[in-house]
Structure formats: structure tokens, C-alpha cells
């Protein structure tokens, strides 16, 4: 019957098809508010000592747009991306292209040219597609901060003025616009009350990154013939491709949500994430799409028709530190804040930090002291019922030291033989301190849940010695001399008795 049964048993198939549909990202080109920063950040020496703040101010509060178009340069970069895109398309994507279009100005304009190219190429069109674009212009899309001047909302264009700018288009209703307020003479940001805040721009984040996925989700379907596996078909068929043209910061929100699958959490509230994704003026980002949330990022921040013109270093703008990308990274004060010490069960602690703190010990406790550790706890709990996850003891407690999501420093204390398997800190938080308070969370943490038992610890060397000394712990060594062995921290009950 054994045997029947494992005859029985069934392998899970390889999935040796992996459909997928193509999704580029597009940064907008030069806008009029780009040129307006980048003017302020020269004639004001803006990132030196010699920063004239209130100039700095005045002159982007007198020249700055609330939905600004293209500058001069910007409108450049539009047709020889078009140049570009076109001919792409037409060559490898199927009929219709699909677009996402952010709702402020300088997108439409960007991506605009495009559209008219692949619109007026007759080829593009065939029964079964009698349009050769498609788009939805999505509300959630635009960029951090919203439509506003001087901090005062602008309603921005409405469903009639945008229609009339894409005028290859027919776009109509609830299917074109998504995000908008229901009456289509109200602009996309009549709900504005001000210069949109950053915690409020994470969550429309989270929100479009859901949208993105349903979206992409409702075009991979099985039985189209432009939806199959680019990596082993070999005929030249051209494929399901979606188009999205955004915004240098809001892309960023977003791809960190693509990369993260759904995983992606807010560390400070309304303070920057630690990294982001940087693009330049029609910077380009290639993924593909498997469905269900899975993304593969292909290329990023591409500009291969900026790439080989006689003035590209002139028209690729908006991508380097020069431009103020540094702004978005957080502050000193948020990441290198002194660390929180938390308690938890081994087996209890967030994957995330478990990563991280098996990392810690991984970099800094030598492999031999490692060994050595898990040796001494095996031999004095074998007798001892536990159960256990991720590999360790369930009676084992780690003590935690975090700033924000980041953990830099950890300790491991063994409840049932009162043992202190070790203390390990980031090199660059020592200074911090970190490492005694993860020794004294120890000390209140046995004070209150172990009836003051006593906390044993085995340095590994003189410097390790000198460390639990000065936390109050001594040498239990059998001569005396206190420079190898044990060392015991008794409470202060015990002391007394």
C-alpha cells in the first residue's frame, strides 16, 4: 500500500510558460518648472556656502507655474523622443499602444508627439484595431505636491481640456479617466486644499500601484495573441505594450512599490524613504509584467535618443545631483536618530528583521565564536522542551536596537539558563551607545520576567571583558583573577542576600 500510495504522488509541473506583457516608464521632458530650479540653483549657488536662501525663494515664487508646460529645451527632447518611440512601437508593440498619462500639462505634452506619429502611420491600424493608441489619463499620477502655486491649490486642467489637447484621441467617460472628480468640468485636483503633503503622496501611491496592478493584470489575458513568453517565442510577432508617462519623484514611489511586491512599507512618517529611483528628462524604464504583481526591471532610466546627439550632454537634464535628487534622500536627524530597543521571542521577530539581525551576526561574531555559541546552547537546553522557528529556540529572546526599519544592533538571552549569547553591534553605532542599552533592556527585561535571575556572559576578549565591567558584571572565574571566564551581573536582591 506504501508503494501505491507514493506511485500515486504527483510532481507540480514546471511552468515552462511565462507569459508577459512589455511596460515602459517615461519621466516627463524639461518643464517650464525644471528650467525655473535649475536657473535658481545657478544664479543662487544653491548646495554651497555661498546659498542666498531668500533669493533663492523669490525668484522660484515669481517665475514658478502651478501645471506648468514644456521649456524650449523640453519641447526638443519631446520630438526626438518621439524620433525614438515611434518607430519602436510600430516595429515591436501590438495595435493599440496603451498609455498612461499623468493629468498635469507637461506630461501630455511630452508624450504627445508620439501619439500623433504612431496615429498618423497608417500602418498601425487594422480591423480589429481601427486605433493605433489608446489611453487613460489616471488622476493618482502626478507629482508629489499636486497643482498648486505658492501653496495654494489649482484646480488643474478637467476631462474637456485634455481631450482637446490629445486630440488624436477619442477619450470619453470613466474608461479614460480615472481618479477625476465625476463631473468632467472640475480639474483633476479640485479636492486640493494645498500643496499636497508627502504622507498623503505615499498613500496615493500605494493606492495607483494597486490600480497599475489590476490594470495590467485586465491585458494579460491567455488567450490573446499578442500576450505570450518574449523569452522563447521566436517569430517576429510584436507584443501588448503599456506606456506610462510620469514624474521624476512619483515614479520613484512607485517602482519602489514594483520592486518591494506588495511588501513596501512607510518607515517615517511624511520623511523620505532611505532610496528612490532617479530619471532623467524622458529617461526610460523597461519592465515586463507576469501578472499577479510580478515585475521584472529590465532597464532604468534609459535615454538612448538623447544618447547620440551632437548636444547631449546639453539636452539630457534633470537626472544628476546638480539637479537637487539629494532633497528627497531623508535627513541625518531621521536615520541616524538613537536607536529603540525592542524585546521579542526568537521565533517572533518580523522576517525583516530577522534578516537583518542574522546578517549582524553573520558580518561581526567570528565563525568560530558562532560555533561555539550554538555548541553551549545545545548542550545546556538538550534536556529542555522547545519548539522552534526560523532555527532557533523559542526560549531564546532577542533584544532589538532600530532606528526606523533599520536594526543596528542585537542581543540574544537564553530565559532558561539565564545566559547572554551575545551582543552585537553595527561598528558605526557604537559611539551611540547602542550596545549598553541593549545590555540594560537585558537587565529590566530578567528583572521583571525571571524573578531577578542572574545574567551569565563568556567574553570573547579582553575588550569584550571590559565592556560588561563597566554594565556591572564580574568575573565568577574559580581563581579569582577575573581576566578569563564567566562573568555574572547580579541583581540588586541578589547583591543584598
Given amino acids: 500500500m506504501a508503494n501505491e500510495k507514493e506511485s500515486n504522488k504527483t510532481t507540480p509541473k514546471i511552468q515552462t510558460t511565462r507569459k508577459s506583457i512589455a511596460l515602459k516608464l517615461i519621466r516627463h521632458a524639461e518643464s517650464g518648472n525644471n528650467e525655473v530650479y535649475s536657473t535658481a540653483h545657478q544664479l543662487f549657488h544653491w548646495g554651497t556656502p555661498d546659498f542666498d536662501e531668500k533669493g533663492w525663494l523669490k525668484y522660484v515664487n515669481d517665475h514658478r507655474s502651478a501645471d506648468p508646460g514644456l521649456s524650449c529645451r523640453g519641447s526638443s527632447q519631446a520630438e526626438v523622443l518621439s ?34 506619429a504612431l496615429s498618423n502611420d497608417k500602418a498601425n491600424l487594422t480591423k480589429n484595431s481601427p486605433n493605433a493608441c489608446e489611453a487613460v489619463i489616471n488622476g493618482y499620477y502626478h ?4 497643482c498648486h502655486l505658492k501653496d495654494k491649490p489649482e484646480p488643474g486642467m478637467n476631462q474637456h481640456e485634455i481631450s482637446s489637447l490629445l486630440d488624436p484621441l477619442e477619450l470619453s467617460g470613466e474608461e479614460s479617466f480615472v481618479g477625476f472628480p465625476k463631473d468632467p468640468t472640475q480639474g483633476w485636483y479640485a479636492h486640493g486644499t494645498g500643496a499636497e503633503r508627502r504622507v ?5 501611491a500605494s493606492k495607483f500601484y494597486l490600480w497599475l496592478c489590476e490594470f495590467l493584470d485586465s491585458h494579460l489575458v491567455e488567450d490573446a495573441e499578442d500576450v505570450y513568453d518574449a523569452g522563447v517565442r521566436t517569430n517576429t ?4 505594450t503599456v506606456v506610462m508617462i510620469g514624474h521624476g519623484e512619483f515614479m520613484g514611489y512607485v517602482l519602489k512599490r514594483i520592486v518591494a511586491g506588495f511588501g513596501y512599507s512607510v518607515e517615517h512618517e511624511g520623511v523620505p524613504h532611505r532610496s528612490t529611483f532617479v530619471h532623467f528628462n524622458t529617461g526610460i524604464t523597461e519592465l515586463e509584467y507576469f501578472g499577479a504583481g510580478r515585475f521584472l526591471v529590465m532597464r532604468s532610466n534609459q535615454t538612448p535618443h538623447l ?4 548636444n547631449s550632454a546639453a539636452m539630457k537634464t534633470g537626472g544628476g ?48 565564536r558562532r560555533k561555539l555559541l550554538m555548541k553551549e546552547s545545545s548542550d545546556l537546553t538538550e534536556n529542555v522542551e522547545t ?13 532589538v536596537a532600530r532606528r526606523g526599519l533599520q536594526v543596528v544592533g542585537c542581543a540574544t538571552y537564553e530565559k532558561n539558563t539565564g545566559r547572554l549569547m551575545d551582543v552585537v553591534v553595527r ?46 558584571f564580574r568575573s565568577n572565574s574559580a581563581d579569582g583573577s577575573g581576566e578569563t571566564g564567566l562573568m555574572e551581573y547580579l541583581s540588586s536582591m541578589d547583591q543584598e542576600k
Avoid at 516595429?91 to 501619439?115: C, G, H, K, N, W
Avoid at 510577432?237 to 501588448?240: E, F, I, K, T, V
Fill in 83 to 116: 524620433d525614438y518611440l515611434a518607430p519602436n512601437l510600430a516595429a515591436e508593440a501590438s495595435s493599440p499602444v496603451y498609455f498612461v498619462i499623468s493629468p498635469m500639462r507637461r506630461t501630455i505634452d511630452t508624450i504627445l508627439p508620439t501619439i500623433r
Fill in 143 to 146: 507629482e508629489v505636491e499636486g
Fill in 387 to 399: 519548539e522552534a522557528s526560523n532555527g532557533v529556540s523559542s526560549d531564546e529572546v532577542s533584544f
Fill in 237 to 240: 510577432g510584436r507584443r501588448r
Fill in 321 to 368: 545631483l546638480k539637479d537637487g535628487w539629494s532633497y528627497i534622500v531623508p535627513e541625518d536627524h531621521h536615520v541616524l536618530q538613537r536607536g529603540v530597543v525592542t524585546e521579542h521571542f526568537a521565533d517572533e521577530l518580523d522576517d525583516h528583521v530577522y534578516d537583518q539581525v542574522e546578517a549582524l551576526k553573520s558580518l561581526y561574531l567570528s565563525n568560530a
Fill in 307 to 310: 544618447d547620440l546627439l551632437d
Fill in 200 to 204: 498623503d503622496a505615499e498613500e496615493r
Fill in 427 to 472: 561598528p558605526s553605532a557604537r559611539r551611540s551607545k547602542i550596545g549598553g542599552s541593549l545590555v540594560e533592556s537585558v537587565k529590566t527585561f530578567v528583572q521583571k520576567n525571571c524573578d531577578g535571575k542572574r545574567i551569565v556572559v563568556d567574553p570573547s576578549d579582553a575588550a569584550s571583558r571590559s565592556f560588561f565591567e563597566n554594565l556591572g
